[in-house]
Every structure is written in structure tokens, then in C-alpha cells.
């Protein structure tokens, strides 16, 4: 399995609170990714990351930021948490891009839930 | 904008028998096709990918998908489930040209029956 750690696994919180997920790898990878899942949508890309300091918005990245100081970690921020935000979250990791046949892999997930 | 439908949310079958999970996808242009398959309460693991060459891709765990240019789809199949099958599977598409950008389906839950 890809060294790929999310932290926490298990979030409670409450509408309007800072929320930061954490995403640390071991595998010294380039590509860093933040998805969501939610019944009947599959996986949907919020952010990711192409290097230090290197980020770009997804599909779905409204009410979410993030930041990579590190090639280790990957953080999201939900600034002010809403409801609809309520989601397992994952993070995925690549060394290279998909045509360079380098796929992704991903960590166990996050679940959040935001009342 | 790149589309992917996994044409059945669920798909119940019996141990030992057959199955096809159906993925179309939209795209004008070449693509990178994937499948992935998430347990429960895991991350998804990679079953098998297509890049280039030949149309049927083999892949861990006895599965194989075949990309069909032509009905822009790549079904996933496997000729004799096991219990341990139980899951739900993804098809996921990137073009060739963007950066890792993977579009996902909604996903299929294969229940594997006794």
C-alpha cells in the first residue's frame, strides 16, 4: 500500500467552524489530490497539487482551500464548515502524470460530518 | 466537459457466476480509463488501467475490462465472482491532455451472493 496517511480518520463538528484535514505520504510523491465522495457523484476532485507551493482548484472547490509547504503534507481547509460539506474525504497521491502511466492511489479517508 | 456513467448502481449475482459492470464515458478526445475498487470502509485500489495498445486490459483479482473506441465504453468483467468480490467499483477517465485529472462515475455496489 502507497505510505499514505489522513488524518483524522473521524470528524464531528458544527456548522461555521474551521475545519483542516490532513494529508501526510512517505512516498516523496510530485502529485497531491483532495477528492469528496458522496452517494450517487462517485469521487469528485476539490484541489490537488503539482509541487511545493503548486496548487489548482477541481470541480468542486467553493468553501475549500488548501496549502502544501511540504511534498509531504497536503492540507484542506474548510473555512467556515456548512452542511453540504458533510462528505468522506480522501486524498489521493501520484509520482507523475497518468500518461507517464504513473496512476493514482489512495488513502483510507476521512469522514466528516457537519452538524 | 469529460462525463463518465456506470450504466447500473447495483448488481447483485450469485458466487461463481459471471459478471459485467457497464462504463461509458464522453470524450472527443484520447483518453485514460481506470478502474478502481473500494471496500468497505477503505480507500479505492487500482484493478486495472488502459493507456495504449491492446483493447483488453487483464487486471488484479481474475478482472479485465476492454476498451471499445467505437461505443466509447470499457466494461469490466470477470468470469466467476467470489463472495469476497463484494464492493463498489469505479470507472474513472482522464484525457491526454490535462494535468491528473481523473473524472469519476457514480459507482457500481457488486453484491456477491451465496
Known amino acids: 500500500d502507497a505510505g499514505i496517511t489522513q488524518s483524522p480518520r473521524h470528524k464531528v463538528t458544527e456548522t461555521g467552524t474551521p475545519v483542516t484535514l490532513r494529508c501526510h505520504q512517505t512516498?516523496?510523491?510530485?502529485?497531491m489530490y483532495w477528492y469528496r465522495q458522496d452517494p450517487g457523484h462517485g469521487l469528485r476532485l476539490i484541489h490537488y497539487?503539482?509541487?511545493?507551493?503548486?496548487?489548482d482548484k477541481g470541480e468542486v472547490s467553493d468553501g475549500y482551500s488548501v496549502s502544501r509547504s511540504k511534498t509531504e503534507d497536503f492540507l484542506l481547509t474548510l473555512e467556515s464548515a456548512t452542511s453540504s460539506q458533510t462528505s468522506v474525504y480522501f486524498c489521493?497521491?501520484?509520482?507523475?502524470?497518468?500518461?507517464?502511466?504513473?496512476?493514482?492511489?489512495f488513502g483510507d479517508g476521512t469522514r466528516l460530518s457537519i452538524l | 466537459a469529460q462525463s463518465v456513467t456506470q450504466l447500473d448502481s447495483q448488481v447483485p449475482v450469485f458466487e461463481e457466476a459471471p459478471v459485467e459492470l457497464r462504463c461509458n464515458y464522453s470524450s472527443s478526445v484520447s483518453v485514460y480509463l481506470f478502474w478502481y475498487v473500494q471496500y468497505p470502509n477503505q480507500g479505492l485500489q487500482l484493478l486495472l488501467k488502459?493507456?495504449?495498445?491492446?483493447?483488453l486490459v487483464k487486471g488484479i483479482n481474475g478482472f479485465e475490462a476492454e476498451f471499445n473506441k467505437s461505443q466509447t465504453s470499457f466494461h469490466l468483467r470477470k468470469p466467476s465472482v467470489h463472495i469476497s468480490d463484494t464492493a463498489e467499483y469505479f470507472c474513472?477517465?482522464?484525457?491526454?491532455?490535462?494535468?491528473?485529472?481523473?473524472?469519476f462515475g457514480a459507482g457500481t455496489r457488486l453484491a456477491v451472493h451465496p
Open positions: 512516498e516523496n510523491h510530485r502529485y
Open positions: 488502459y493507456l495504449s495498445g491492446s483493447t
Open positions: 497539487s503539482y509541487g511545493v507551493k503548486d496548487t
Open positions: 489521493a497521491i501520484s509520482e507523475g502524470r497518468i500518461r507517464e502511466n504513473q496512476p493514482q492511489h
Open positions: 474513472a477517465v482522464s484525457d491526454s491532455g490535462g494535468y491528473n485529472k481523473l473524472i
